[in-house]
């Protein structure tokens, strides 16, 4: 994933990004980047790894350092940015949030219009962020090459762009990943987190639409191309992503968690006098299991203690294996909550499964005597094709995946996978209880797509659910 800040002041900024920026770090692990402008220096740029530490500490120094009334930062899982670009429309940083799917295609169409080469980086990869540029820099204006680059890249993007005058804030063409714009005496602020600018004195004037593109200075957001109307905001920006305390479209994360935990319990078929406590996976299978604790009347408790002064963000570190380890190590067990008990377990999600499993095992070892669990979404049978929520390589990751190809003996037709989302088929009865075999659960419910959408409250046709259903 990713988040990303800009800062338009009458004062020097960089305190303002600085935190501002460091705010979005359970949003990636990667790289975290700054860049500046000052009329007596230019643009100056930071760019440090912070997959083993984070954001904060490596960039204090340049903080110190680093001067500036405008400026842009990033977290980002991918590759490194801001990047300075030299163009025909003038210098400027650019920084972006999202996912490009066709990226041999757009850089054929950059070399055909001029465009002479890319720096590769490991893999083979180029960097997204300076494709983007090409494509931006093939119009004539920044606001036109923003709308182009948008209309023409197969997934999502949204885009900061620093110049000498203030920035350019874009959001993503359907609206998939958020853009606030906050407001303060001297001062104007673009975010990805609603709550990243809180602190520092910000209140919030408004959300972009999809596609809306605005040049912000320190007295004004002015609008250079309008919003269009389809929208598509991704349901795990409030299931997963989103920190407690943002809110996207107005509606807080928070509160959404909390809606789909009572949701859960109203239509859950497990007899509550049975289950000693509702426990949630930390941190965003806290407030459902609130909810669902409230809900149903069974007391609410924490089997696990989160161990953060050591393991604070809940993305490190990259390769999946030492994420899987770091995860167990994270979670310290309170023995006399989990000996001879039966609890019921909210999270997020299964995904992979595999974390989940290890979870559950670690509990039995504790002395559980009974593990049920609860996701507070549907089962995921597509990988997201447009904002990376997980690293998976192949949709086989998914342990839904998995699954079904045990079931149906191979892979199975587009038309035989529809059925495994359809929550009244034999088939999804048939996946659901499998999974629960494999990962050892005492029982296993998942959240409906209808309660789910009913705890985010704006219309189902404006949420992207294809990680679920497989419809755009």
């Not at 219009?113 to 300076?130: C, D, K, P, V």
């Not at 929208?231 to 509160?255: D, H, I, M, N, Q």
């Not at 049975?274 to 299978?285: M, N, R």
């Not at 999600?349 to 290890?358: A, D």
């Amino acid at each position: 994933m990713g988040g990303f800040f800009g800062v338009a002041s009458q004062q020097d900024c960089v305190m303002d990004l600085f935190f501002g920026v460091d705010y979005h770090s359970h949003l990636g692990t990667k790289r975290g980047g700054m860049a500046v402008y000052a009329e007596e220096t230019g643009f100056e740029r930071a760019i440090h790894n912070i997959e083993n530490s984070p954001f904060r500490t490596k960039f204090e120094r340049d903080v110190e350092e680093m001067k500036g009334c405008f400026g842009i930062g990033c977290i980002s899982d991918n590759e490194p940015q801001p990047l300075i670009v030299r163009s025909h429309l003038g210098n400027y940083a650019i920084t972006t949030v999202g996912r490009i799917n066709n990226e041999k295609e757009l850089v054929d169409l950059a070399f055909q219009g001029g465009n002479m080469h890319f720096l590769e980086m490991s893999g083979g990869r180029i960097n997204a962020t300076e494709l983007v540029a090409a494509l931006i820099n093939r119009k004539g204006s920044i606001p036109e090459g923003i709308r182009f680059a948008q209309e023409h890249i197969d997934g999502s993007m949204s885009i900061l762009i620093l110049t000498e005058k203030g920035f350019y804030a874009a959001r993503d063409i359907v609206g998939r990943t958020p853009v606030v714009i906050g407001r303060k005496e001297g001062a104007h602020c673009a975010s990805f987190e609603s709550f990243a600018y809180l602190n520092l004195g910000y209140t919030d004037e408004r959300q972009l639409g999809p596609g809306e593109v605005v040049f912000v200075t320190p007295d004004s957001v002015e609008v250079k191309m309008e919003a269009l109307k389809k929208k598509r905001v991704c349901a795990f920006l409030w299931t997963y992503y989103g920190y407690p305390s943002a809110s996207y479209e107005g509606v807080s994360v928070e509160s959404m968690r909390y809606r789909c935990g009572e949701l859960l319990a109203k239509e859950d078929e497990v007899d509550p006098e049975s289950i000693d406590y509702v426990a949630g996976i930390p941190d965003s299978g806290l407030a459902a299991a609130i909810g669902y604790a409230n809900a149903s009347g069974i007391p609410f408790a924490r089997p696990f203690i989160k161990y953060t002064p050591t393991w604070p963000r809940s993305f490190m570190p990259q390769r999946q294996e030492m994420r899987n380890l770091v995860a167990h190590m994270k979670l310290i067990p309170i023995e006399d909550l989990i000996k001879d008990k039966s609890l019921l377990f909210i999270d997020d999600s299964i995904v992979r499964g595999t974390q989940m499993g290890e979870t559950v095992q670690f509990l039995y070892n504790s002395g559980a005597r009974e593990v049920h669990i609860r996701p507070a979404c549907p089962p995921i049978v597509y990988g997201c094709k447009y904002l990376n929520f997980s690293r998976s390589s192949s949709e086989l990751d998914l342990i839904t995946r998995r699954v079904i190809v045990e079931l149906e003996g191979g892979v199975p037709s587009e038309e035989t996978l529809k059925k495994y989302t359809d929550t009244e088929s034999t088939e999804y009865k048939a996946m659901v209880e499998k999974i629960r075999e494999k990962l050892n659960f005492t029982s296993l419910h998942y959240q409906s797509l209808e309660t789910m959408l009913e705890a985010i409250q704006i219309p189902s046709c404006d949420v992207c659910t294809y990680c679920w259903t497989g419809k755009e």
